[in-house]
């Protein structure tokens, strides 16, 4: 992951959860072990999810988490849960989920002469990127007051092949602001993860990918590991996301 982007952290950005999985290999999982995840959701009927995580594979819900909002197929989300069973029914754990944080999830949208505008190519503040369970995940901060909703977007040059001559696939983060007012020190966390699927990862050598940081300029990052864990100061999100008005 990109560490490196880390130097300008801002500590108190995310609460920690303070309640992570402490069960014992000897006697399976009891009802007190919390455990989280990055996940992809799947919606297996009406109100009906599962949940295929970054680190623990696929999970079911053998006792019923209730949430107030639907969530949609390929969703990402970060999820507080119980785990109760392994290898539950053709899936890795049978779980309770106790908490989800949806993500703003979108896909890698194709960037012509006529849309260039639309995304524009303003100073972002990056704090971690990698990739994970197919998708691009990305930790950001915006400066305060947000008077419109911000757009990230993940775009590839429509008039270039999906892999170039160096091998790799070379895409763009894109932000605009719609010209809002970005006042003071008011730093806001926030989460965008971008679908992969469009993409013919298993054939390149990795991604390539431009983007313009507030701190650092324009500059390449470039991701060799197609499938990394969850960093380290991902583990902890908890209510990420939820005031960052972005689209």
Request: proline share 4%; with cysteine; hydrophobic share 35%.
């Amino acid at each position: 992951s990109m560490n490196i982007l880390r130097k300008y952290w801002v500590a108190a950005i995310f609460v920690l959860a303070g309640m992570w999985q402490s069960c014992s290999d000897d006697d399976g999982y009891s009802i007190g072990d919390i455990a989280s995840d990055w996940v992809t959701v799947r919606v297996e009927g009406e109100g009906v999810y599962s949940f295929t995580g970054d680190t623990w594979g696929t999970m079911f819900p053998a006792a019923n988490g209730i949430w107030n909002y639907s969530l949609v197929e390929g969703q990402r989300a970060f999820l507080v849960f119980n785990p109760l069973f392994d290898n539950y029914y053709g899936y890795d754990v049978g779980i309770k989920a106790e908490q989800i944080y949806p993500f703003l999830t979108k896909a890698v949208e194709d960037l012509t002469p006529e849309n260039e505008d639309e995304y524009a190519d303003h100073p972002a503040y990056l704090e971690n990127l990698w990739i994970g369970g197919g998708y691009l995940n990305v930790i950001f901060t915006q400066k305060r007051p947000l008077q419109y909703k911000h757009r990230v977007s993940l775009v590839k040059r429509a008039d270039q092949p999906d892999i170039a001559d160096d091998g790799y696939i070379h895409l763009e983060y894109r932000y605009n602001t719609y010209g809002d007012t970005l006042g003071g020190l008011n730093l806001n966390p926030g989460v965008v993860c971008y679908n992969l699927n469009t993409l013919p990862l298993d054939k390149a050598k990795g991604i390539k990918l431009k983007v313009n940081e507030a701190y650092y300029g324009e500059h390449i990052l470039t991701f060799d590991n197609m499938n990394e864990p969850v960093p380290d100061d991902a583990k902890h999100l908890y209510d990420a996301g939820k005031e960052v008005k972005v689209q």
